[in-house]
C-alpha cells in the first residue's frame, strides 16, 4: 500500500485535481485495493477532522483580517509607519515591511495583507522612483512575514496537527517573525544607499503624535487579542471571536467606514474562504487516518534512526524537501498533509515540536513568494497586472536573504523557544 499513498497523491496532483479531491480518492483507492476497512470509517475521520473547538478560530481571524483590511486600519498603519521612518533612506521599502509586520497581528493572512498594503504603498513607491522590479518583489515577499506572526492561521492548523499548544506556537513565532521582518529590513537598508532617487521625507515629531492618535484603535487589536492569549485570559480561539466584535465596533462604530453592505459582503467572503480550509482540514484528516494505519509514519522514522542521522542533517533534508512543496501547495494543505509525516521525523532526531512547528511555517511562508505557483505571485499579478517574469526578478534577492533567515530559525532554536518559556 506504500507506493499507493506516495505515488497516486503525485500523480493525481501533476494531473490538476484539487487538494481535497486527490487525498480523499487515495484513501478510498487504498483502502479498497489493500484492506478490509469499511468505508464508512472514511465519513467518521472526516467529521473527527473538523470536529475540534480550536478550528473556529479559523474562520473569525479571517473575518476579522477582512474587516480591517477593508476599512482604513491599514491606511493608518501605513501613516504611522511612515512618521516612524520616514525620513531614513529606503523609508517607503521600510514601511512596507514595518506595515506587513504589524497587519500581520491583525489579519493573519498574507494574500490580504498584500491587498491591503499594496494598494497603499505601491503607487507611493512608483512616484517616489522604485523600479517596479524591487517594488512587486518586496511587497510579495513581505506579505509573508503576516504568517510569521502570530495570530496564524498556518500556526492553528500545525497545532492541532502535531497536538501542540496554540498559545505556544504563537509565543515562539514572535522571535522568527521579527528576524524575517529585520533581515528584510537591513537588505532594504543596504541597498538603498545606492539609489539614486530619494524617497525621504523630514521628520516631523507632530506628523508623528497625529499619527499615533489616528492609529490608536488600529494597534489596540494586536494588544486585545495576543494579551489576552499571553496573559491566559482568553483561549485562541476565544481571542479570535473578540477581534471580530473589534473589528466590527472600530470599522462600523468609531471610523464609520463600512455599512451593513460591507459587513455582509465580508461574512459572504469569510464562508467561502473557510469552507475552502475546512474542506481540506476534514480530507486531510482522512489522509492522515491512512498514513497511520499503514505505518508509515512509523516506518520512516525508524529508517531515519537507522541511519543515525545528525539532527541537522535531518532539519536540513526536511527543508529542502518543504521548500520544494511549497512551490506548488498552499501552506494549509502542506501542513495539514505532510505534519503527521514529518511529526515521527524530528521526534526521532530529538528536536522540539513547537521549534520544527516554526520551522515548518517559515518554509512555507517562503513558499508563499517563491516561483513558480507562490500564492503571493498570483496575488500581486492579479492587483497589478505586470508581466510574472517581472515579479520573478524581484523575488530573487527576497528568496535568498529569506534562505538565510530559515538558516538562523532552524539552528539557533533559541529565537523560537526562548521567549516561549519566559511567557509561559
Same mark, same amino acid.
Given at each position: 500500500?506504500?507506493?499507493?499513498? %506516495?505515488?497516486?497523491?503525485?500523480?493525481?496532483?501533476?494531473?490538476?485535481?484539487?487538494?481535497?479531491?486527490?487525498?480523499?480518492?487515495?484513501?478510498?483507492?487504498?483502502?479498497?485495493?489493500?484492506?478490509? %476497512?469499511?468505508?464508512?470509517?472514511?465519513?467518521?475521520?472526516?467529521?473527527?477532522?473538523?470536529?475540534?473547538?480550536?478550528?473556529?478560530?479559523?474562520?473569525?481571524?479571517?473575518?476579522?483580517?477582512?474587516?480591517?483590511?477593508?476599512?482604513?486600519?491599514?491606511?493608518?498603519?501605513?501613516?504611522?509607519?511612515?512618521?516612524?521612518?520616514?525620513?531614513?533612506?529606503?523609508?517607503?521599502?521600510?514601511?512596507?515591511? #514595518?506595515?506587513?509586520?504589524?497587519?500581520?497581528?491583525?489579519? #493573519?493572512?498574507?494574500?490580504?495583507?498584500? #491587498?491591503?498594503?499594496?494598494?497603499?504603498?505601491?503607487?507611493?513607491?512608483?512616484?517616489?522612483?522604485?523600479?517596479?522590479?524591487?517594488?512587486?518583489?518586496?511587497?510579495?515577499?513581505?506579505?509573508?512575514?503576516?504568517?510569521?506572526?502570530?495570530?496564524?492561521?498556518?500556526?492553528?492548523?500545525?497545532?492541532?496537527?502535531?497536538?501542540?499548544?496554540?498559545?505556544?506556537?504563537?509565543?515562539?513565532?514572535?522571535?522568527?517573525?521579527?528576524?524575517?521582518?529585520?533581515?528584510?529590513?537591513?537588505?532594504?537598508?543596504?541597498?538603498?544607499?545606492?539609489?539614486?532617487?530619494?524617497?525621504?521625507?523630514?521628520?516631523?515629531?507632530?506628523?508623528?503624535?497625529?499619527?499615533?492618535?489616528?492609529?490608536?484603535?488600529?494597534?489596540?487589536?494586536?494588544?486585545?487579542?495576543?494579551?489576552?492569549?499571553?496573559?491566559?485570559?482568553?483561549?485562541?480561539?476565544?481571542?479570535?471571536?473578540?477581534?471580530?466584535?473589534?473589528?466590527?465596533? %472600530?470599522?462600523?462604530?468609531?471610523?464609520?467606514?463600512?455599512?451593513?453592505?460591507?459587513?455582509?459582503?465580508?461574512?459572504?467572503?469569510?464562508?467561502?474562504?473557510?469552507?475552502?480550509?475546512?474542506?481540506?482540514?476534514?480530507?486531510?484528516?482522512?489522509?492522515?487516518?491512512?498514513?497511520?494505519?499503514?505505518?508509515?509514519?512509523?516506518?520512516?522514522?525508524?529508517?531515519?534512526?537507522?541511519?543515525?542521522?545528525?539532527?541537522?542533517?535531518?532539519?536540513?533534508?526536511?527543508?529542502?524537501?518543504?521548500?520544494?512543496?511549497?512551490?506548488?501547495?498552499?501552506?494549509?494543505?502542506?501542513?495539514?498533509?505532510?505534519?503527521?509525516?514529518?511529526?515521527?521525523?524530528?521526534?526521532?532526531?530529538?528536536?522540539?515540536?513547537?521549534?520544527?512547528?516554526?520551522?515548518?511555517?517559515?518554509?512555507?511562508?517562503?513558499?508563499?513568494?517563491?516561483?513558480?505557483?507562490?500564492?503571493?505571485?498570483?496575488?500581486?499579478?492579479?492587483?497589478?497586472?505586470?508581466?510574472?517574469?517581472?515579479?520573478?526578478?524581484?523575488?530573487?534577492?527576497?528568496?535568498?536573504?529569506?534562505?538565510?533567515?530559515?538558516?538562523?530559525?532552524?539552528?539557533?532554536?533559541?529565537?523560537?523557544?526562548?521567549?516561549?518559556?519566559?511567557?509561559?
Amino acid at each position: 500500500m506504500a507506493w499507493v499513498v %506516495v505515488v497516486l497523491p503525485l500523480a493525481l496532483l501533476i494531473g490538476g485535481f484539487p487538494i481535497f479531491l486527490l487525498l480523499l480518492l487515495t484513501t478510498v483507492i487504498a483502502l479498497l485495493a489493500f484492506t478490509g %476497512v469499511p468505508l464508512t470509517q472514511v465519513h467518521v475521520a472526516l467529521y473527527g477532522g473538523i470536529d475540534k473547538f480550536p478550528l473556529l478560530a479559523v474562520p473569525f481571524f479571517l473575518f476579522a483580517g477582512e474587516m480591517m483590511a477593508r476599512g482604513s486600519m491599514a491606511r493608518r498603519i501605513v501613516d504611522l509607519m511612515l512618521a516612524i521612518i520616514g525620513a531614513v533612506r529606503g523609508g517607503l521599502a521600510l514601511s512596507v515591511v #514595518g506595515t506587513s509586520t504589524v497587519f500581520g497581528a491583525l489579519s #493573519g493572512s498574507s494574500v490580504a495583507t498584500i #491587498g491591503a498594503v499594496g494598494r497603499l504603498l505601491y503607487p507611493r513607491m512608483k512616484a517616489a522612483g522604485y523600479e517596479d522590479k524591487f517594488s512587486f518583489g518586496l511587497i510579495t515577499a513581505a506579505g509573508s512575514i503576516d504568517i510569521m506572526i502570530p495570530p496564524s492561521i498556518s500556526m492553528i492548523l500545525y497545532s492541532i496537527a502535531a497536538g501542540q499548544s496554540i498559545t505556544q506556537m504563537f509565543m515562539a513565532g514572535i522571535g522568527p517573525g521579527l528576524v524575517m521582518a529585520a533581515v528584510m529590513a537591513l537588505y532594504i537598508l543596504i541597498v538603498a544607499r545606492g539609489w539614486t532617487f530619494v524617497d525621504t521625507e523630514p521628520w516631523d515629531l507632530w506628523r508623528l503624535v497625529r499619527a499615533l492618535r489616528a492609529s490608536g484603535w488600529a494597534l489596540g487589536a494586536p494588544v486585545i487579542i495576543l494579551g489576552g492569549i499571553y496573559a491566559g485570559i482568553v483561549s485562541p480561539t476565544e481571542a479570535a471571536g473578540i477581534a471580530c466584535v473589534y473589528a466590527i465596533f %472600530v470599522s462600523m462604530i468609531v471610523y464609520r467606514e463600512l455599512g451593513l453592505r460591507e459587513l455582509w459582503e465580508i461574512s459572504v467572503s469569510t464562508v467561502y474562504l473557510t469552507a475552502q480550509v475546512m474542506i481540506i482540514v476534514a480530507a486531510a484528516a482522512v489522509f492522515s487516518w491512512l498514513l497511520t494505519i499503514s505505518g508509515a509514519p512509523q516506518a520512516l522514522a525508524g529508517a531515519i534512526q537507522d541511519l543515525k542521522a545528525a539532527p541537522w542533517a535531518v532539519l536540513l533534508a526536511i527543508n529542502a524537501v518543504l521548500l520544494v512543496v511549497g512551490c506548488f501547495i498552499d501552506p494549509t494543505s502542506a501542513i495539514l498533509v505532510l505534519t503527521p509525516l514529518l511529526v515521527p521525523l524530528v521526534q526521532a532526531a530529538g528536536v522540539d515540536l513547537i521549534h520544527f512547528g516554526i520551522i515548518m511555517t517559515l518554509n512555507l511562508a517562503i513558499g508563499m513568494f517563491t516561483p513558480p505557483f507562490g500564492l503571493n505571485i498570483f496575488m500581486t499579478q492579479a492587483m497589478f497586472k505586470p508581466k510574472v517574469e517581472l515579479i520573478y526578478r524581484g523575488l530573487v534577492p527576497f528568496i535568498i536573504i529569506n534562505m538565510f533567515t530559515l538558516a538562523l530559525v532552524t539552528y539557533i532554536p533559541e529565537l523560537s523557544l526562548y521567549l516561549m518559556r519566559k511567557l509561559s
